[in-house]
């Protein structure tokens, strides 16, 4: 049995040492000096509220579940901090909590009106009195320096109702008495002061009242007098404003200062760079020692802080400037072929990234991440297109990506540049009407003259054949305009000689430059469109132009293309979609010489290039598709050929059309029909016969570009068809030289192979020379490509990859498993049931509030009714009481009465 | 119009047309009476025969003003149409019908009229070789009514009139007559489309006068007909439309299976014919959806599609289809089929225009997992071979397809990695490889294309398209994509290809293109050429070197 419970807690009392031996007296005092007396205290405290707990049974609830297996988690000892819940102390809380809200709530229901008391700390019991004054003295001089700001003329009026006061008198009115502003010196200053405040009050009150002067009068003469209080109040409000007025005065003044000290700045800075190290800027000082003191002290005091944040940057920014270097140099001959050199080996290398089709800069990649997910989209709806993937579309528009600008552009943007200068002296001196000095200027700027500089400066002299000296083109206007269609320019260059277009050429773009005027830019950039439809249609005349000619105009548009690559590029696609629609079986002349200028003007190696790329299929249809009726049309697809040999001859890519088209060319145009098939090309027969009659007389010779156009005699036409054969074969040659690398060289020239030596044989050396030699080398050439190809083949190794990961079935293992915490995979569903739970134990927790709010109101208009009810009792019991003292005084007095009358009886 | 000569020549097989004794200087004074006063005389003359018997010698007034006794290239249409109105009465009241009770002159008056009847007929057959387009069509129109009425009314001659009488010489001008589209799409459009019965007589006739004739232009004709009939009865057709009412009671006219027949030995008998290449490739072309559904026993179309099979080129491509279609129905065992398949696969192929159509057959030939691994490196081998030499649109299906055999024939990847021996690696360092496949051997299965590997793929992988590069390289990556789907990369062509690039107009670009840096020095002369020593290395130096601009 255990001891009884008072045996227990004096037991427990003394095994906490709360009771214990008595101390003695010096103990006491030691304890008391070492501050363990303290300590003792705090630890007696705790002590005896644990044996308080201990001994309480209902103060402590037991936790809700007991712990079966005794074991330590993570999440602390959550189980013992349950257990450790005490119901009293939280449900006194609540009431405490409850009894100072809802029930001032309630008592305060179905009243309207009242004071409301604002004044600071009035409500907070924790602040003593002196604390509470302080912290209002404090807002109040606070709210009063916020309201003075600078440009606050008005205003300062409704500050003074929330003045505190002191014993009638304003604090502030104390202060100033407290603190004489003539003990810091300048009287004559505050006289001034006193003065200006005179006037302006006087001004203030003038045709206010009569009285007003005299009173003020007699303020001045008695000061002994007591103010009243609106006099006050108009002293203060016209001295703040004469403040506001002294501290605008004091801010201009700076504002002219920082002005002067501005313009000293760029001498400053000059300073800076020189070799010596950044001088200190000097503060002014000085400027501050000549100035108004308070305002010195004003500015110091407001703007100190900033100056000096300012003064740190400044430093900061100087340590991280570059040292000043001496590079305006003048850059030796070398330097600056090293430059150059450097220069094209970048864009070199930036056309080499094209043509591998790496080049995809990041904004790109990030576009066609989106495009990617737009077609994810569409295909959402749709069923997914394989082809797609490859950029193949069904016949739709595509807007095509190609590589941005990149660093090339900046290259660019400095050539323009120096090009821009030496084209605005041109006009200027073109605007002189000067032809000397045009040629003056050419000649000083001859060793840094560029190729542009020359198109632009007009020695187009030597291009266009010697034709065009000064001389030859006195008859030319100065001034063109600048032409918006072809037409247009047709009306314009219609009495000029064919020699002279390239001078109007220069001229309009002399005249258009874009620095001239803003609107230049567009008109050139149309203009280069018609200069490019301008080929087109030169190329289409009856006499055929010079090719001079037509070589400076695609110069120029070479040039143009730098600056306006949009509308070139855009008239040469146009150019392209109208072959493609027209006449893509069957090339034009003109259609040949744009191909040729594309050639030029864009990089044709580029693995993707919004103009190359569809010029290469035009070609390469007409190839593989157009017809081949007649020598024009082998001549034709001779040039064709040629031309995309010429767009690969830096990418090196192979085209199947070409080897089709060379090969069953030269079929037809051997002298004998071939036996049998002499490769898997594909044949196409002329509709007449385009067979080379052998004769030792034939010379073969190099073809004219306007071969294309067809030979008259039957004479030419023989050598027209030897000098085919010639082409053929040699471009045979050069295509082999060109894909030597590819790994199915053997089966692409076993073909050629067989084709030239069936040439050979039926020739059987009845030709000229010139022919079979090319043949013989042509044959050779392959010969040796066969036997490096055959030796150099390799079995295919494209499949040399990792091998892919077998997808894993073993399912995903917590390290950190808790079974309170949800490891649900779908974010939002685990989202979705967090909220729930969260809604949920709110709600709970809601509703026992509220149900805990009614109990309390409940019990409080019980215990008012109680009240009520109990005052209502004892207010009925004393008026009984009362009512049956009088009663018995009244009985009394009967009594009496009658006793005496009885008595008298 | 067929004028003057065809009517010179009609005019001798008009012999048995002197019935009507009308002299001509009558016929042309009739002819040149008011055209008002012809009409009145016309309806006069019609309404005298209905009135009365003994007006019927009217009828052969009327004959005789019809005007088609030499020539019938301008016939009196009015006086046809009253003819027709007349001989319909007189049919449908049973005058003309032969019965043997009949009093004497009862059997000469229906003998007569008989007489009339045929001269009447005779003259519309006339107008239907003969006549401009508009008359043939009048007469079409009156040839049916008048075969509609004895069909319907005269005993006994409810089939023979369809196939002896007036409805043979109705085809024969259909069939035979030059120029004459516009009738044959009318009879088509208006009778034969749309009577059932119409059909069935005219498949008849077709067979009929496919056995004996030999011509090309009428077989032309005849298979335009014969292919016009494109909607076949299903199995659940219930025969309603008849252009003959009594033709209901028919049971020829009514089951499906004596249309069929009728049909098929129709097209049968084309088939039989002498077939020129064209033809023979319009019949292969239409052979699936016009001609097989028409055949109870298509196994019959076996000859003639094993014929085309064998002729090589495009009709071989052609045949494949109907082929495919007996294989997979009938159980047709074709012996070497993917031998004959693989000789397919030459030079011409991947630039004809039927490439797709090959593919997707291929597609389905190609499709079965059991197909020896030799087979299908031999198909693929071959491919790969053609494709060097073919159009872009070409290649972007023929990649993707080796894809799909590849992955469905995992034995075949040899063709893509293989990894060479040590004790080989000596003997190619020193002499290279040839390939050893060998392209001239028919057979797919000892062609040894499973050693080689697909250099030429691998070199597509430069083409010059870079879509069709992007595509070649497929082979050298992983092979994670389960197939692709073959229908999206066939039907390219050159033109698709240049208008996705280019667009239908201009748009604003969205990138600028790049420009070439080199400044073109020279372009098309030799503009200053001795800055470089005299030797043209700029770009495009190519072009100027073989060819002369001046």
Sequence with gaps: MPPSQLKQLKASLRDSGVLGPQQSKKQKRQNAKSGAAAQNRVQRNTALQSIRDRFNPFEIKAGGTRTKFDVTTRDGNSGTAASRARPGVTKSLGEEKRRQTLLREMEKRNKIGGILDRRFGEDDPTMTPEERAAERYARASQRKMRKESMFNLEGDDEEEEFQLTHKGQSL????????????????????????????????????????????????????????????????????SKFHKYERQKAKEDDDDLREELDKGLPDLFEMLRGVKPPPKPEPPKSDLASMNPDRAALLEGTAKGDTEKEYDQRLKQLTFDKRSQPTDRTKTEEEKAAEEAERLKALEEERVRRMRGEDVSESEEEEDKEEDEGSEMSEDESIPDDAKVFGLQQSSDQTSTRPELGVEDEDDFIIDDDLVETRSDVSLSIGDSDEEMLSAV????????????????????????????????????????????????????????????????QRIRALHHHRLHPDNKKKLGQFSRILIQHVAYMAEQPEHPPFAILENIFRHVHSLAKSHPESISQEFRARLREIAADRPLNLRPSDLVILTGIATTFPTSDHFHAVATPAHLCLSRYLGQGSVNTLADFAKGAYAASLVLQYQS????????????????????????????????????????????????????????????????????EEVKLSLINTFVSLLSTASDMWSDISAFLEIFDQAQKVIRFLDRSCDGKIPSTVQDTLQSTLDKLDGHTMKARLSRRPLLLHDHRPLAIK????????????????????????ANRLKAEYKRERKGAMRELRKDANFIAREKLREKKERDAEYEKKYKRLVAEVQSQEGREANAYERERRLRQGKR | MPAPTVGATSSKKRKSLKESGVPSSKRRAVAENDSADVMVEISQLEEQIS?????????????????????ATNPNLAVAVSLCRVFSRLIAGGDMAETNRAAENEKIIAAWLKERCREYQKALSAILREGDTSAKLTALTLCMRIVSERATHIPGEDTQVWLSGLFKNIIEAIVKTDDSEALRSEFLEKFAKEYEDVRFYTFMQIADIAETEQSTETLDVLISMLSAFDTVPGPEHEFKNFYVKSSKKNKKLTSINSHKKRAQDAWLAVLRNNLSESQRKTLLRMMVHNIEPWFNRPELLMDFLTDSYNVGGATSLLALSGLFYLIQEKNLDYPQFYQKLYSLLDADLLHSKHRSRFFRLMNTFLASTHLPATLIASFIKRLSRLALNAPPAAIV????????????????????????????????????????????????VRTSALESSLWEIHSLQQHYHPNVAAIARIVSEQFTKQFYNLEDFLDYTYQGMVQAELGTEEKPMKRIPVIEYHIPKRIFTDRMLDEDGGVDTAPGSLVRGLWDFA
């Excluded at chain 1, 830096?650 to 030269?666: D, F, G, T």
């Excluded at chain 1, 894993?808 to 989202?831: C, L, V």
Aim: glycine residues 4%; negative net charge; contains cysteine.
């Design chain 1, 808 to 831: 894993t079935a073993i399912p995903k293992f917590e390290d950190t498993f808790n079974p309170d915490k949800h490891y649900d995979p779908n974010r939002e569903r685990a989202e």
């Design chain 2, 51 to 71: 009135e009365s018997r003994k007006y019927y010698n009217n009828i052969a007034k009327l004959i005789s003003m019809l005007n088609v006794d030499d020539d």
């Design chain 1, 172 to 239: 502030n009115d104390i202060d100033q008495d407290d603190f004489q502003e003539g003990d810091l010196g300048e009287p004559e200053d505050d006289a001034s002061d006193s003065e200006a405040a005179r006037k302006r009050k006087r001004v203030l009150f003038d045709d206010d009242d009569m009285d007003g002067p005299e009173e003020l009068e007699d303020g001045e003469e008695h000061p002994e007098r007591k103010k009243s209080k609106h006099e006050v109040m108009q002293e203060v409000i016209a001295k």
């Design chain 2, 397 to 444: 299906v023929i990649v993707p397809f080796i894809y799909n055999l590849l992955k469905s024939h995992p034995t075949c990847t040899f063709m893509l990695h293989r990894v060479i021996k040590d004790e080989a690696k000596a003997e190619l360092e020193a002499n290279g490889m040839d390939d050893p496949f060998d392209p001239e051997e028919p057979d797919p």
């Design chain 1, 650 to 717: 830096a990418s090196k890519r192979y085209m199947p059309e070409l080897i089709n088209y060379v090969l069953n060319a030269l079929c037809h145009l051997a002298p004998e029909e071939p036996k049998g098939s002499l490769g898997i090309f594909p044949a196409r027969s002329p509709e007449e016969s385009l067979r080379l009659k052998i004769s030792k007389s034939l010379n073969s010779r190099k073809l004219q570009f306007w071969d294309v156009v067809g030979p008259e005699s039957p004479k030419a036409r």
């Design chain 1, 442 to 505: 050419e000649s000083e700027e001859e060793d840094e003259e560029d190729e542009e500089d020359e198109l632009i400066n007009g020695n187009v002299g030597e291009a266009s054949a010697g034709a065009d000296t000064p001389g030859d083109s006195e008859g030319l206007a100065y001034t063109y305009p600048c032409p918006k269609n072809h037409e247009e320019f047709l009306q314009v260059i219609e009495d000029v000689p064919r020699e002279d277009l390239p001078v109007v050429i």
